[in-house]
């Protein structure tokens, strides 16, 4: 196990009726002007824009509004954000939404103290850690299980000059608080909830596929998450407004991706930034390219650490296995996998997603671009591996 340091920065306000929470964060932090941030209107229809609305009004915040974040947000409406801030001495962010909107939120965060075009930092041109904090804080109101960026210090973008999804990450973008009220997520449609599901399970396996040794607590901790989730996500689906079952999958959806299970190893990623890449050209949800990206990930990699593949398969899907029979029972495991995907409505092909062959060999060199030619901790992916991952997706 390798040495850490962990902390969560972000209050994390958990449950019902989380109006008088919300209100006290933002007149203890004393408030002046806000960013009222969200997406394409589904706060409209369930509630969730009345009550910030009514929580600044009562306060006399001064709220200046930027919606239209898009899934899989936009650059240009990151600039957009900073301008608006700048010119208004916006001194807090309220991210309402989901990760697109919360990921938006942090880089016009980052931009508004950065001089120069936010996308260098997205691309490696500067560098975040140039930035001096505090940077404008960030609270958030969450609405989809899914992302993490609740309480993560990530930001995930899109620009689509060069069609081109990147991250930055520093502890500056950790939001400062979050409520998560599962009744929130009530209005989801089936298909969101089971790309959130995928999100969430994507960002325990990334930490599961480790080289390091002597981890077995945080092992059995992510076994025992993934577990739940497997459990409760189709539930999620049927039952859309039960309470217990939505609140389940929004507790484990923040704690997948809050560093606690990454204590002492290092996650691969590479299934991510393998994904970013559809996302980026074809526009398709994040969670729906990590079901197509996980298996064929699984079925080139797995020789690197046949053991661990055995344990996860063992302990998460039940594979039962005879020592002789690895690549049987890895096979089968990847068939649990991919049964779990289906089950949700999720597609595990590209050919699912109507993406053929064309551009997998552009997508694959893009992948590795700015990234000193191959990603992946777990197995370091040329781009000549990544290409031959995405044909075993076809
Ligand atoms: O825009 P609105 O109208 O709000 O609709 C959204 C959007 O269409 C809808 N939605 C959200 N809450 C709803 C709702 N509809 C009805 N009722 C509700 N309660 O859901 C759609 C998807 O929203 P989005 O914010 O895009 O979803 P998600 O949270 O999955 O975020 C995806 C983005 O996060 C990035 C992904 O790459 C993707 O761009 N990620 C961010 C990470 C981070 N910052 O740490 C890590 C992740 O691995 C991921 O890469
Ligand atoms: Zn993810």
């Not at 929470?21 to 933002?26: D, H």
């Not at 990147?166 to 209005?187: A, C, K, Q, W």
């Not at 901790?221 to 739940?228: D, F, P, Y």
């Not at 997508?363 to 990234?371: G, P, Q, S, Y």
Request: aromatic fraction near 10%; charge should be negative; hydrophobic fraction near 40%.
């Amino acid at each position: 196990m390798q040495n850490f340091k962990f902390s969560v920065p972000t209050e994390l306000i958990f449950g019902r009726e989380p109006e008088a929470a919300f209100k006290e964060q933002l007149k203890k932090r004393n408030v002046k002007n806000v960013l009222f941030h969200y997406g394409g209107g589904s706060i409209k229809k369930n509630g969730v824009y009345d009550m910030v609305s009514e929580a600044l009004k009562d306060l006399g915040i001064n709220s200046f509004e930027l919606s239209g974040v898009q899934p899989n947000p936009r650059v240009t409406l990151v600039r957009e954000g900073i301008e608006l801030c700048r010119k208004n001495n916006v001194d807090f962010i309220l991210a309402i939404g989901g990760g697109s909107v919360i990921d938006s939120a942090k880089g016009i965060a980052a931009g508004i103290a950065y001089d120069g075009d936010v996308w260098d930092l997205y691309i490696g041109k500067s560098q975040m850690s140039d930035l001096k904090g505090p940077l404008t804080p960030i609270g958030t109101v969450l609405t989809i299980p899914a992302a993490g960026s609740e309480s993560s210090p990530s930001s995930v973008v899109s620009n689509d000059e060069g069609l081109m999804k990147r991250d930055i990450g520093s502890e500056l973008l950790i939001p400062v608080f979050s409520i998560l009220n599962p009744e929130y997520t009530f209005t989801l449609p089936a298909y969101q909830v089971a790309c959130g599901c995928s999100d969430i399970m994507a960002h325990m396996f990334e930490r599961y596929f480790t080289k390091e040794k002597h981890v077995d607590v945080t092992d059995r901790l992510l076994e025992a998450n993934i577990r739940s989730m497997l459990h409760f996500s189709k539930l999620a689906q049927d039952f859309q407004t039960d309470y217990d079952i939505k609140a389940e999958v929004m507790w484990a959806g923040t704690i997948a991706h809050n560093d606690m299970l990454s204590t002492g190893r290092v996650g691969d990623w590479a299934s991510h930034q393998i994904e970013h890449e559809l996302s980026a050209i074809y526009d398709i949800y994040h969670g729906e390219g990590l079901s197509i990206v996980f298996p064929a990930w699984m079925r080139y990699c797995w020789k690197e650490d046949p053991a661990r593949f055995l344990q996860f398969f063992r302990r998460v899907f039940d594979v039962d296995y005879a020592g002789d029979q690895a690549l049987h029972a890895i096979n089968e495991g990847i068939t649990r996998l991919e049964n779990y995907y289906t089950s949700l409505g999720l597609p595990i092909r590209l050919s699912q997603v109507k993406i053929g062959e064309d551009r997998l060999r552009e997508m694959a060199d893009k992948c590795v671009m700015h990234r000193g030619d191959a990603i992946g901790n777990f197995k370091h992916l040329t781009a000549d591996d990544i290409y031959n991952i995405y044909k075993l997706a076809l």
